[in-house]
């Protein structure tokens, strides 16, 4: 689907970045992964070694900082000349606090490095795209751009912000055909999600599940739509946001534990008639 694309993944380290950098790489695209952590990026870059035919690069740094992005480009231009592909993962989730105790340099780092970061490596992607007259950029947004977390102002501020980002850059630059899509995850296996416990999962009781999908969902499952907006099976869309959340965002409200639904596949299927 990628093969011989040119790729570029922020926040490659781990979790939804790693996933999409394998997924890709594994789908016939050579690869450049930033991440701030260089440990987690080496681990990166061990996987991605092991898949055949595949061209990897890393670049350790901030690219919330315009030096370091201009670093990570050069990589591209050096060892590639092109960029076909922009992924913009790089985030900070770590940055739960009431809005009462914010001060002015909490708002600032949050925003730098989950909104300028976007804007400063979408630049650069679209100023070298544009020559080419060809590329796709996928920023990742969050549930939290439209249904708020509590204790993330910031943050969710900057991922609402993310997908008018992705409409408006989507306009100025279909032009040189470049789209511009976003993907919209929730509660996805990584950092701040830990791994139920087995005998949760297979007891698959809604009242575990925030999600009207009974399962966790997994970077891979971000991956694959990457993957998608990446290829030209998504040639006809720009602008778009796509929820890849197991259905969290379509509810009203989550499955409430002391509620008794009326049909439950067991009851549905034990009520059939012969």
């Known amino acids: ?14 979790g939804i970045g790693r996933a999409i950098a394998l997924t890709y790489a594994q789908n016939g695209a050579h690869v450049v992964v930033n991440d701030i952590k260089e440990d987690a990026l080496q ?10 035919g595949c061209r990897a690069y ?6 919330s900082l315009k030096a370091s ?12 000349g092109r960029i076909d592909i922009l992924v913009n993962n790089a985030a900070w989730t770590t940055c739960g606090r009431h809005f009462l105790e914010y001060d002015e340099e909490f708002w ?42 509590r204790q993330m102002v910031a943050y969710d501020s900057c991922k609402g912000a993310i997908e008018a980002f992705t409409k408006a850059t989507a306009l100025d630059l279909a032009p040189w055909n470049i789209r511009i899509n ?14 139920m416990d087995e005998s949760v999962l297979q007891r698959r009781d809604p009242a575990d599940f925030a999600s009207p999908i009974l399962r966790q969902g997994t970077p891979e499952d971000i991956a ?18 796509v929820a890849v959340d197991g259905g969290m ?16 596949p067991a009851s549905w299927k034990a009520n059939l008639k012969p």
Not at 43 to 52: N, S, V, W
Not at 58 to 63: E, K, L, M, P
Not at 182 to 195: C, H
Not at 249 to 264: G, N
């Open 1 to 14: 689907m990628l093969n011989n694309k040119i790729a570029v993944i922020t926040g490659a380290g781990m």
């Open 43 to 52: 681990e990166t870059m061990e996987l991605l070694g092991h898949i055949p």
């Open 58 to 63: 890393a670049h350790v740094g901030d690219i």
């Open 69 to 80: 992005v201009d670093e990570l480009f050069q990589i591209v231009e050096t060892e590639f």
């Open 108 to 149: 600032d780092l949050v925003v730098r490095n989950n909104l300028k970061s976007v804007y400063l490596a979408t630049h650069r992607a679209a100023t070298m795209m544009a020559s080419q007259e060809e590329g796709t950029i996928v920023n990742l947004s969050s549930i939290g751009a439209t249904r708020a977390h």
């Open 182 to 195: 976003a993907i919209s995850p929730a509660s996805i296996l990584g950092t701040p999600v830990k791994k």
């Open 224 to 241: 694959n739509a990457a993957l998608f907006l990446a290829s030209e099976q998504s040639s006809f869309m720009t602008g778009q946001t």
């Open 249 to 264: 965002s379509i509810q009203a409200r989550p499955f409430a534990r002391d509620a008794k639904p009326a049909v439950t």
